[in-house]
C-alpha cells in the first residue's frame, strides 16, 4: 500500500462547545404546527415517533413503517446553488408536493454539504444551515420523512483542477489547503468512481480523514453536531419528530489500507470507531432517540467480483435501535456495458438485496438502501426499466415473482429505499465544473456525466417523471399495524412498448386472475396487532379510489369509501396536501393472519367475482403465516 509523503499541517482540536457559527443571526423557533392537511385522528400521534424496534422501523403508535422515496438531491454536490439543494424555498415546496404526489415517496434522504457548513476552519455557517432547514421544512410539511446526510463523493471538489475530467464534493477547501495533496490523477478511467482506488489525491485525502490526520474528523464530527444542534433547535416539535435519523458519510472508503489491514479490519477498527464517535454527537445534539443510518464499506456488496471486498459491518455486534443498517446498490455489471449485456429480468437482485436483510437481521436492526438506480441516457440506458423494476421488485420481497405466490411467507421484511435522485433542475442547470469558466454544465445532472434524476421541470415550470409512472410511484405498505409477513406489486411498467409483468396471477386461482384481468396489483399479507390505527398502503395515483378494489378477510369493496373509524377498508389523503392517497385497512383481531388484494383491473367487477376472488384467496392464504 502506498505510504503517506505530506502529513496535514498543525493540530487541530474542534469541540462542538468551541465552534464559531457565522451567517445571519439565529431565527426564533417556530411555534408549534397545525396538524397537516388531510392528518386522521391517528396520525399526529402515529408522526411523533420514529425508531427501530425488533429489526423493523416503528411509528409512535409501534406500526411497522416503510420509507420510500428518493435522494434530494445531486444538486448539493454542485456550487450553483452554495451546496443546497435548491435554489428557493418555493422550488424545495415544489420538489417535495411533486416528489409526493408524482414519485409516491414517503421519505427523502436529504443531502448536506461540509463544505459549506464549515467553509472556514472552525466556523460554521448559519446562514447556510437557516436556508437548509428552511428548504427541509418544505418536504416536512408536505408530508414527507427525511434523514440529513452528510455528503461526499472523492472527498473534495478542492482536489480537482479546472481542467479535469472529474470533480468531486465534501469536505471544505481549508482541509485540501492543508492536506499538500499531489496533483490529481485517475490515468485511464472510463468511470468517475475510478477516483476512489486509483487517483492518489482521493485516496491521501480519505486516508488523512479516516485516521484524523491534525484533527480534520475533529472538525467534521463538531460540524455535525452543530449543524444538528440548530435543526433539533430551528425545526418545531412535530417537524423534528419526522427527521428519521441522520446518515453520518457518504459511501465510506480507507482510501488505502495499512499493512496487513483487511477491509474487515478497516471497517472494525477505524469505521466502527467513528461512528460511535458520531452517535455521541447526535445524542449531545438532543438526537437521542433517533438512529445513525450508518454504511459499511461501499464495495462489501458490489456485484463485480474483482471490485468485492469482505464488509459489512461484520463485526459491529447488535445494532439494535440506537444505529440503522444503510447500504448502497447499483448493478455495476449492468452499468459497465461489458459485464453484463442483456437486461435484467425476474429476481434479477433477489439475492443482492436478499444479503441486505441478512446483515440487517443479523445486526438486529432494520435496513434501507439509501441510494440504487441506473442511467437514464447513454449506452447502457435500454437496461433501465428493467433494473428499475428488479431492484423495486428486490425491495418488497426476497423472492422473484415466479416463486412468490408458492411460498409467499419466505418474502422478508419490506425493505425501506431511497431511488437516486430527484433533482428538478435536471437538464437545466448551470454549473462551472471545477470552478472552470470554460466548462459550463447544463446537461443531466452536471456532475460526472452522470444521468439519474427521475424527475425534471418542463417548459411551463411543472414538474415531471422522467421514468415510467407505474414503476416509480408506487402501491407499498408504508405503515403496518401489526406484522408484514409477505407483500408483493406487480407495477406492469414498460420497457418500451412491452409491458413487464412477472408476478402473474397463478392459474390456480382463476376468478382471482380475471378480477386482476391487466391490471396492477398488491397483495399484502400480515397479522395485526389489534390495533384501532389502520394499515397504511400509499394509493399510487392510476389507483383511483372509485376504480380501485380491494378482497380481504375483512371485507370486499369496489370503489373505496372515504374513511371512517367504523369502515375496515377505506381510502383517505395522506396527510400533507399534496393530493396524494392511501388505503387504509382495520383488523381489529389480533395475532390473525390478514390478507389483502388491491387492484385496478377490473372496470366493474360483478358482486359474484368479488366473492369468488375472497373464497380463493381465503383458502390461498390458509397456514401462509
Not at 396538524?35 to 423493523?56: I, K, Y
Not at 468512481?193 to 480519505?206: D, L, M, P, S, Y
Not at 444538528?228 to 425545526?235: C, D, I, R
Not at 396527510?575 to 396524494?580: A, I, L, N, Q, R
Amino acid at each position: 500500500m502506498s505510504k503517506m509523503r505530506m502529513r496535514l499541517i498543525g493540530v487541530l482540536i474542534l469541540l462542538a462547545t468551541s465552534l464559531t457559527v457565522e451567517g445571519a443571526p439565529s431565527a426564533a423557533a417556530p411555534s408549534a404546527a397545525a396538524p397537516l392537511p388531510g392528518s386522521l385522528w391517528f396520525d399526529e400521534q402515529a408522526a411523533a415517533a420514529f425508531t427501530v424496534d425488533h429489526g423493523r422501523f416503528t411509528d409512535g403508535l409501534g406500526r411497522e413503517v416503510v420509507l420510500r422515496g428518493y435522494n434530494v438531491s445531486g444538486e448539493t454536490k454542485l456550487e450553483e446553488n452554495g451546496g443546497l439543494p435548491f435554489a428557493s424555498v418555493a422550488d424545495a415546496e415544489k420538489s417535495a408536493t411533486a416528489l409526493r404526489a408524482l414519485g409516491g415517496g414517503n421519505s427523502a434522504r436529504f443531502l448536506l454539504s461540509w463544505a459549506h457548513a464549515e467553509p472556514v476552519r472552525g466556523q460554521v455557517d448559519r446562514a447556510y444551515l437557516a436556508a437548509a432547514t428552511a428548504q427541509m421544512r418544505a418536504f416536512l410539511k408536505a408530508g414527507v420523512r427525511v434523514y440529513p446526510d452528510f455528503h461526499q463523493d472523492l472527498y473534495s471538489r478542492h482536489l480537482f483542477n479546472e481542467g479535469s475530467w472529474y470533480t468531486g464534493d465534501g469536505a471544505p477547501k481549508w482541509v485540501v489547503e492543508a492536506g499538500g495533496y499531489p496533483r490529481e490523477s485517475c490515468g485511464i478511467c472510463l468511470f468517475w468512481g475510478q477516483n476512489i482506488t486509483q487517483n492518489e489525491a482521493v485516496k491521501r485525502a480519505a486516508y488523512d480523514f479516516w485516521h484524523n490526520r491534525g484533527g480534520v474528523q475533529d472538525a467534521f464530527l463538531a460540524t455535525a453536531q452543530a449543524t444538528m444542534t440548530y435543526f433539533a433547535e430551528h425545526l418545531d416539535g412535530a417537524e423534528f419528530a419526522a427527521v428519521a435519523g441522520f446518515d453520518p458519510y457518504n459511501e465510506p472508503h480507507a482510501g488505502s489500507y495499512d499493512s496487513g489491514q483487511s477491509s474487515r479490519m478497516w471497517e472494525r477498527d477505524v469505521l466502527w470507531p467513528f461512528y460511535t464517535r458520531f452517535r455521541a454527537r447526535m445524542d449531545a445534539a438532543g438526537w437521542q432517540n433517533k438512529p445513525a443510518f450508518v454504511e459499511p464499506n461501499l464495495f462489501w456488496n458490489s456485484n463485480l467480483f474483482f471490485q468485492k471486498q469482505e464488509g459489512g459491518l461484520l463485526d459491529a455486534g447488535v445494532l439494535g435501535s440506537r444505529y440503522v443498517f444503510n447500504t448502497h446498490f447499483y448493478d455495476q455489471k449492468a452499468i459497465s456495458g461489458v459485464f453484463m449485456w442483456g437486461k435484467a429480468a425476474d429476481g434479477q437482485y433477489a439475492g443482492h438485496f436478499g444479503a441486505v436483510r441478512d446483515r440487517a437481521a443479523a445486526s438486529a436492526t432494520a435496513a434501507v438502501v439509501s441510494e440504487f438506480g441506473h442511467p437514464l441516457t447513454g449506452t447502457v440506458s435500454d437496461k433501465a426499466p428493467t433494473v428499475g423494476k428488479a431492484m423495486y421488485q428486490a425491495l418488497d420481497s426476497r423472492l422473484p415473482g415466479a416463486t412468490w405466490w408458492s411460498k409467499p411467507e419466505q418474502s422478508g421484511p419490506v425493505l425501506s429505499g431511497s431511488q437516486w435522485q430527484w433533482d428538478i433542475y435536471h437538464g437545466r442547470h448551470h454549473e462551472l465544473m471545477n470552478g472552470n469558466p470554460d466548462k459550463v454544465l447544463t446537461a443531466a445532472d452536471a456532475w460526472n456525466e452522470e444521468d439519474l434524476s427521475a424527475v425534471r421541470l418542463d417548459d411551463s415550470g411543472a414538474a415531471v417523471l422522467r421514468q415510467d409512472a407505474r414503476l416509480l410511484d408506487r402501491l407499498y405498505p408504508s405503515a403496518t399495524a401489526g406484522h408484514t409477513v409477505a407483500f408483493t406489486y406487480e407495477d406492469r411498467s414498460r420497457d418500451g412498448s412491452t409491458t413487464l409483468t412477472w408476478n402473474p396471477v397463478p392459474k390456480s386461482l382463476p376468478r382471482v386472475s380475471e378480477l386482476v384481468g391487466s391490471g396492477q396489483y398488491a397483495l399484502l399479507l400480515w397479522k395485526s396487532n389489534a390495533s384501532a390505527a389502520p394499515t397504511e398502503l400509499h394509493l399510487p395515483a392510476s389507483f383511483d379510489p372509485a376504480r380501485t378494489t380491494v378482497v380481504s378477510d375483512l371485507g370486499k369493496a369496489h370503489g373505496l369509501p372515504s374513511y371512517d373509524r367504523g369502515t375496515p377498508i377505506a381510502a383517505a389523503p395522506e396527510p400533507g396536501g399534496t393530493g396524494s392517497r392511501r388505503l387504509l385497512l382495520t383488523a381489529p383481531n389480533a395475532t390473525v393472519l390478514h390478507h389483502a388484494l388491491i387492484t385496478n383491473g377490473a372496470a366493474a367487477p360483478s358482486a359474484e367475482l368479488l366473492q369468488a376472488a375472497r373464497e380463493e384467496l381465503a383458502a390461498w392464504s390458509e397456514g401462509r403465516g
